[in-house]
């Protein structure tokens, strides 16, 4: 598995997101302190505390190059 950190600090960057990373494959996973949620869930992602960064964790590593490629608006 690999990380990164994503910053969505208002709706639009939340938005973006989410249909960024719909389009791809695979499992990830967003986490902010101990609550982990999906990341292709716009539900989800506002549940978290979007003040702090918060951490995707992609399950596949093959993925990684395209996910932080396309994501790169969103990582800090």
């Given at each position: 598995?690999?990380?990164?950190n994503i910053s969505?600090?208002?709706?639009?960057?939340v938005?973006?997101?989410v249909?960024a990373?719909?389009?791809?494959?695979?499992?990830?996973?967003?986490?902010?302190g101990?609550?982990?949620?999906?990341?292709?869930s716009?539900m989800?992602i506002f549940?978290?505390?979007?003040?702090k960064?918060l951490?995707l964790?992609?399950?596949d590593?093959?993925?990684?190059?395209?996910?932080?490629a396309?994501?790169?608006?969103?990582t800090?």
């Open positions: 598995m690999a990380e990164l969505l600090n208002t709706v639009d960057k938005k973006g997101f249909n990373i719909s389009s791809l494959d695979g499992d990830f996973d967003l986490s902010s101990r609550y982990v949620v999906d990341a292709k716009i989800g549940s978290l505390d979007l003040s960064v951490r964790t992609v399950c590593d093959s993925l990684f190059e395209t996910v932080s396309k994501l790169k608006d969103y800090v």
